[in-house]
């Protein structure tokens, strides 16, 4: 059972939630889909679970919290658990795709991310329920589902701006003053080749007009 004052937050985390994992299946429906089977499709499979479990985990959580006489410190360990297990079968997916050592380390940020937000809402799930009235777990809890929404909410960004919302990119972006793509959307089958190739259209007309 929590208070009135947390009650207020779990109805706001779970409305926030359910929006944004409709806008999520959306998303996920405007993005192209790679070559089954091969490392960018895995990596892009594990960033839709994880945007996915990050939004549901917000919601699930909130909303058992709001029934009347639950201790929320059930779906806290529950939700937790599953996190931890999904964060673990993820690493396990990147490491055995074909992806490059390089994409495959730039999932550390997210992996990080994930075993923290669902470690603490795990250990402050378990004494939640050995004392009800704790309410440094309940804020703890409150303080893992606003970053669970945080987080899913950049996965999305990632999936459909093909753009790196990483602190040291988002970083670099302030510097060089344009965004930086993501490594595997650059590298990817059919990207379009610089305006500047010798074999463009541009300069083969040039070259047409100057007789050559």
């Known amino acids: 059972m929590v208070s009135a004052t947390y009650r207020d937050l779990f109805a706001a985390v779970a409305t926030a939630s359910a929006a944004l ?9 405007l993005v192209s889909r790679r070559d089954s089977g091969s490392g960018l499709s895995v990596i892009q499979q594990v960033r839709a679970a994880a945007a996915w479990l990050a939004f549901t985990n917000a919601l699930a959580v909130a909303l058992f919290g709001l ?28 490491l055995a795709s074909h992806a490059t050592s390089r994409q495959k380390l730039r999932q550390f940020g997210l992996v990080v991310l994930l075993l923290l937000i669902f470690g603490a809402e795990l250990i402050a799930g378990i004494v939640l329920l050995a004392r009800p009235d704790s309410s440094t777990s309940a804020q703890a809890i409150g303080y893992a589902l606003v970053a669970s929404l945080l987080v899913g909410v950049a996965r999305s960004w990632e999936l459909v701006g093909a753009r790196d919302t990483g602190f040291f990119a988002s970083i670099m972006t302030l510097i060089a003053g344009h ?6 959307e650059a590298g990817a089958p059919g990207a379009v080749a610089s ?4 074999d463009s259209p541009e300069n083969e007309l ?7």
């Open 67 to 94: 029934v009347p006489g639950t201790n929320v410190g059930y779906p806290a360990l529950v939700l937790g658990v599953t996190g931890i297990a999904f964060t673990v079968a993820g690493i396990r997916s990147i």
């Open 179 to 184: 965004p930086r793509v993501m490594d595997d």
């Open 195 to 198: 305006s500047g190739s010798e």
């Open 21 to 29: 994992t409709g806008l999520l299946f959306v998303a996920l429906s």
């Open 206 to 212: 040039l070259r047409t007009e100057s007789g050559e």
